[in-house]
């Protein structure tokens, strides 16, 4: 594809990058739909929603919003459905999950927590070559935690579907999440965990879901432009190098808490 500048000279133009989102309309996937919809590499993003969101909900353009492709209320026993309109995406992300206030039992949360994998799986058999997922710190098959393990058990199936490229990115308390979907004790500890947050070690600090989010895009860009390939786990620490430009609330941004909207600016450069 070429295109003709102002000089009158041929320019080979950049090759348009297409995304598959699940988790689009949860706390991070909002925010990380809206990263990719800025970016003028995208050229599509499909995103897997609870139901249709209309454009102030992702604080994009018009035109932006154009680039979005939404698949309401998708049928999660029958996902394979699905693979022919992301197939051979450049890569796919999964921002799904729950909490314990809005799964309290464990068959439920488990539930949810395993639609990440049939999604991956969708993926895996549409030829999408990378996949990104948000699990935990900690995550451990061995963890007598049923969040860790059940968190490091997706990861271990989505690894052996066969991807080019995986990574993991395990926040530990994610800040700016709304008040209404955290557990009871964890307001309390998101204080503690903030006030403590210099002293204790970088993996049990806090990270704002913005970072979490830019850290997925930027990891993406890179591994697709690079051609990195293999499987790669990012902690707290890590993901905090990787958005040095970035507190944990940077100015003009505000945590998104049902209150108080998302600002409406691109990536932070």
């Known amino acids: 594809v070429v295109s003709t500048q102002s000089t009158g000279a041929l320019a080979v133009e950049e090759p348009k990058m297409k995304f598959v989102v699940a988790g689009a309309t949860g706390e991070?996937?909002?925010?990380?739909?809206?990263?990719?919809?800025?970016?003028?590499?995208?050229s599509k993003v499909v995103a897997f929603v609870r139901s249709k969101k209309e454009?102030?909900?992702?604080?994009?353009?018009?035109?932006?919003?154009?680039?979005?492709t939404q698949i309401e209320e998708p049928d999660f026993d029958q996902l394979e459905k699905y693979a022919p309109q992301v197939e051979g995406f450049d890569a796919a992300f999964s921002c799904m999950g729950t909490t314990r206030a809005r799964s309290p039992s464990t068959?439920?949360?488990?539930?949810v927590e395993f639609l990440a994998l049939k999604y991956a799986s969708t993926c895996a058999l549409a030829k999408v070559p990378r996949f990104y997922l948000v699990t935990a710190e900690g995550a451990d098959k061995t963890s007598w935690n049923v969040y860790l393990r059940t968190k490091a058990e997706v990861e271990e199936g989505v690894v052996n579907l066969g991807f080019q490229r995986v990574v993991s990115f395990r926040p530990g308390l994610i800040m700016g999440i709304t008040r209404s979907t955290r557990s009871?004790?964890?307001?309390?500890?998101?204080?503690?965990?903030?006030?403590?947050?210099?002293?204790?070690?970088a993996k049990y600090q806090e990270l704002h879901l913005t970072r979490i989010a830019q850290s997925m895009l930027l990891t993406a860009f890179t591994d697709i432009e690079g051609g990195v390939t293999g499987v790669q786990a990012l902690g707290v620490e890590d993901m905090k190098k990787l958005t040095p430009q970035m507190s944990n609330f940077p100015e003009g941004w505000y945590p998104y808490?049902?209150?108080?909207?998302?600002?409406?600016d691109k990536v932070p450069q």
């Open 184 to 201: 009871w004790w964890e307001g309390p500890s998101a204080r503690v965990v903030s006030f403590l947050d210099s002293v204790l070690p």
């Open 28 to 42: 991070t996937g909002r925010i990380l739909t809206r990263y990719l919809l800025n970016q003028n590499k995208t």
């Open 257 to 264: 808490d049902g209150e108080k909207p998302l600002h409406q």
């Open 107 to 111: 068959e439920e949360y488990n539930k």
């Open 55 to 68: 454009i102030d909900f992702f604080r994009v353009s018009s035109q932006e919003f154009g680039k979005l």
